[in-house]
């Protein structure tokens, strides 16, 4: 594996996002809906570098297997539990792909008629773009390739990992046990 994002680095982005939120939205309440697992840690700290008054709410939604390559579908693992009519609302995501992921779960929030819909992301990753779905704070633009650490997983594993690493698909940390 590679190093591609520190720590720092990181904490960087994350603190910018926080401050272009929270001039954003200054005084207005805001729900930051989680989208689980991979965005668990970045919430964690992004929610620290906002200023304005905000709750949390968590989804899962899946679109990947196992491995490294989308499946195309979209499988809501924990629904939303909360009544976003009339709010702001703001869709915390790890990384966005082909899109796909973001694209259904958009229209299914905006469909519960929020005040205010947009959407916020650690990484984009341009390369397979397959649906014109653009968030509307970015942290960190990359090409390709697939990621771990920071919350991101293959597996399941290394999510625990501080910084952002590239995943060598022919190498595999741990071949046979994951
Ligand atoms: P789509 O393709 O729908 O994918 O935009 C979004 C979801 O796919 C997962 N994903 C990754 N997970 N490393 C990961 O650990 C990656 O490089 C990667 N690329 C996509 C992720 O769960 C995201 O929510
Ligand atoms: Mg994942």
């Given at each position: 594996?590679?190093?591609?994002?520190?720590?720092?680095?990181?904490?960087?982005?994350v603190k910018?996002?926080?401050?272009?939120?929270?001039?954003?939205?200054?005084?207005?309440?805001?729900?930051?809906?989680?989208?689980?697992?991979?965005?668990?840690?970045?919430?964690?700290?992004?929610?620290?570098?906002?200023?304005?008054?905000?709750?949390?709410?968590?989804?899962?939604?899946?679109?990947?297997?196992?491995?490294?390559?989308?499946?195309?579908?979209?499988?809501?693992?924990?629904p939303l539990?909360?009544?976003?009519?009339?709010?702001?609302?703001?869709?915390?995501?790890?990384?966005?792909?082909?899109?796909?992921?973001?694209?259904?779960?958009?229209?299914?929030?905006?469909?519960?008629?929020?005040?205010s819909l947009?959407?916020?992301?650690?990484?984009?990753?341009?390369?397979?773009?397959?649906?014109?779905?653009?968030?509307?704070?970015?942290?960190?633009?990359?090409?390709?390739?697939?990621?771990?650490?920071?919350?991101?997983?293959?597996?399941?594993?290394?999510?625990?990992?501080?910084?952002?690493?590239?995943?060598?698909?022919?190498?595999?940390?741990?071949?046979?046990?994951?």
């Amino acid at each position: 594996m590679k190093l591609l994002y520190a720590q720092e680095e990181i904490a960087r982005h994350v603190k910018e996002l926080g401050a272009q939120i929270s001039r954003d939205y200054q005084d207005q309440e805001l729900i930051l809906l989680v989208v689980l697992k991979g965005s668990m840690l970045f919430a964690a700290d992004l929610c620290r570098e906002i200023t304005a008054p905000v709750t949390l709410e968590f989804i899962r939604v899946s679109s990947y297997g196992s491995g490294t390559t989308s499946s195309g579908e979209i499988d809501f693992k924990v629904p939303l539990q909360c009544d976003i009519a009339g709010k702001h609302v703001l869709i915390v995501e790890d990384i966005i792909d082909t899109g796909l992921t973001l694209k259904v779960l958009h229209a299914y929030l905006r469909n519960q008629q929020p005040q205010s819909l947009k959407c916020c992301t650690l990484i984009d990753k341009k390369k397979y773009r397959q649906v014109d779905f653009e968030a509307d704070y970015v942290g960190i633009t990359m090409e390709d390739g697939f990621i771990i650490g920071y919350g991101l997983d293959y597996n399941e594993r290394f999510r625990n990992l501080a910084g952002i690493y590239l995943l060598d698909p022919t190498n595999l940390p741990f071949q046979g046990e994951a």
